[in-house]
């Protein structure tokens, strides 16, 4: 790849494939609290210095970021207790499509680290809350897996 | 799985004998081609492989084959169904320890050799990421024990000699 932002901007593409993967998986999951999403985009946060896109579930969390350098990451982390409650059939087709659409090129751009439900219950809090408005929270409708 | 047609019993028989032949041909790609990915460490406790044959241990279990070695395991097994399943499973200790570059090149290998472009049958859902666990133990068990009639060690050859 040329430059940096032809590369960050595969990556980019690559999270939100993956949101959107992940998003269409989700609907066949059993409990509304399985299928419901929170997203944080804080490139719409007038105040922020911090461009990073957050992407939380009980059971992941996935985040776009950057580097000191400049170079675009993607970043998740699972939540080990919450896989029990979705079974891992359904975990290992959420984690295959994070490697998916960060193959070949791209495939140093992704980090794993450890979840941390607070995060999200912090995030749930704020929407409550309604602290900011560019947390968006999301029910997916159930439906039967084909 | 599978998809069922309305033929008969002996094509769904064929079918599942089909699909366990390519799962247990992606358990073989995987364990050679996670190999490499050890040989970089100049110990060779990192580099040390475990396989163990458990069609030959005389004993009656659900395992087939399984790949051991320091950081991570892959099991073939059949589940009572009758499908054969893959099983991935990382050392919590060493993602903790070491970070998550090897993690993510071993995992990434698992879905290579398993997605729906690189198989003649779709056998993506024989796969099962469980979550990061104590390998070492097993790893350290199986060493101590030593090869046998259904167990093999090898050490891959290190990149820096």
New interface residues.
């Given amino acids: 790849m040329n430059t940096q932002h032809e590369r960050n901007t595969k990556i980019r593409e690559a999270y939100f494939k993956i949101i959107n993967e992940i998003t269409r998986l989700s609907r066949s999951f059993s409990t509304p609290q399985l299928r419901t999403r929170i997203e944080i985009d804080h490139s719409r946060n007038k105040h922020a210095v911090w461009q990073a896109y957050e992407f939380l579930t009980p059971y992941l969390y996935l985040q776009l970021d950057a580097h000191p350098d400049g170079q675009a990451c993607i970043s998740y982390s699972s939540n080990e207790e919450a896989i029990r409650y979705l079974g891992f059939n359904s975990y290992t087709q959420v984690i295959r499509s994070i490697y998916k659409h960060t193959a070949g090129d791209i495939d140093d751009c992704l980090e794993v680290f450890y979840y941390t439900y607070e995060r999200y219950e912090d995030a749930l809090e704020d929407i409550r809350n309604e602290t900011y408005d560019f947390y968006t929270q999301t029910e997916e409708p159930y439906q039967e897996p084909a | 799985m599978t998809v069922k047609t309305q033929d008969s019993t002996l094509k769904l028989s064929q079918n599942l004998d089909a699909r366990n032949k390519e799962v247990e041909k992606a358990f073989y790609q995987i364990t050679q081609s996670v190999r490499a990915l050890l040989t970089p460490f100049e110990s060779r406790k990192y580099r040390t492989c475990i396989l163990v044959d458990h069609t030959k241990s005389g004993r009656e279990t659900m395992l087939i084959r399984e790949f051991i070695c320091f950081f991570f395991s892959v099991t073939l097994s059949v589940n009572k169904a009758g499908y054969n399943m893959l099983y991935f499973r990382y050392d919590e200790e060493s ?1 903790a320890r070491f970070g ?1 570059r090897l ?2 090149r071993a ?2 290998l698992v ?2 050799h398993t ?1 729906f472009e690189s198989t003649k049958l779709n056998i ?2 024989s ?5 990061p666990a104590g390998v070492q133990s097993f790893f350290i068990h199986r060493l101590a024990e030593g090869e046998n009639s259904f167990v093999s060690i090898d050490v891959e050859e290190s990149l820096l000699t």
Wanted: proline share 0%.
């Fill in positions: 993602l998550a993690y993510n995992l990434r879905f290579k997605m993506e859902d796969v099962r990421v469980n979550a």
